[in-house]
């Protein structure tokens, strides 16, 4: 874990599903509702879901509520599941129910003491409105994938995000990015001159999970939210 010298950055940009919502716990959920994958292992499940996911964020834009159906029905249709329409729209709808992690409302409470907070997610605005009810903070600046027309790791995601928090003052030099996946936040951010901490909530468990493999180097390494809180804002 490299070391951060935290009073250079005004602004902490955060990706939310992942690191602050734990998006492994509410797809497997999703996916084992279905009778065709609910005895199947969970890091096989995570994986496929990982790959039908980013296939189809690579496309053309949709929403977010129907790439995560979609990609949850693959998945089934991989092991015998016949998912209808209508299961396909209940999977994409599922992303309100997904849950917190245990420390992301205290850490961004604290967080908040010392920076500005924002947002930077592959979502829709209403499902993250959902998510953000359930986080229970109030963020300076929220940049959506539905707002901007595309999926990081599509670097205009971080364009859209430069630009809104340079309008408010913070250049980009000034930002922190913080996230859970190396495939859609820090390589593109490494790429384009952010620096990053990597929340390392998979530390515990080989692969990647629900997101593609990478090869990034975050500026700095933690494995909760609560530990970087307690590291970027002491005492």
């Not at 994986?47 to 998945?75: C, K, T």
């Not at 729209?89 to 961004?108: I, T």
Request: proline share 6%; hydrophobic share 45%; aromatic share 8%.
């Amino acid at each position: 874990m490299a070391d951060l010298d935290y009073g250079a950055f005004d602004a902490l940009t955060f990706d939310c599903y992942g690191t602050l919502i734990d998006w492994e716990a509410g797809i497997l959920a999703a996916l084992r509702s279905i009778p065709a994958l609910a005895t199947l292992d969970g890091e096989m499940l995570l994986d496929e879901y990982a790959n039908a996911e980013a296939a189809l964020e690579a496309g053309p834009y949709r929403r977010y509520r129907e790439i995560a159906g979609e990609a949850m029905a693959a998945v089934a249709q991989a092991h015998d599941g016949e998912p209808t329409a209508e299961d396909v729209a209940r999977l994409g709808r599922s992303v309100v129910d997904w849950p917190p992690f245990d420390d992301s409302h205290d850490a961004l409470v604290k967080l908040k003491t010392r920076f500005r907070l924002g947002v930077l997610t592959n979502c829709d605005d209403d499902l993250f409105a959902a998510s953000n009810r359930r986080l229970g903070i109030t963020f300076d600046w929220i940049v959506t994938a539905q707002q901007v027309g595309s999926y990081k790791p599509d670097e205009r995601n971080f364009a859209a995000l430069v630009e809104r928090l340079g309008a408010d003052g913070v250049p980009k030099p000034r930002i922190l990015h913080v996230a859970q996946s190396l495939f859609h936040d820090h390589a593109p951010a490494q790429r384009l001159g952010f620096r990053s901490v990597w929340i390392d909530r998979r530390h515990d468990r080989p692969g990647s999970g629900a997101t593609p493999p990478a090869d990034a180097r975050p500026d700095a390494t933690y494995p909760s939210m609560a530990a970087f809180a307690a590291a970027a804002v002491p005492g």
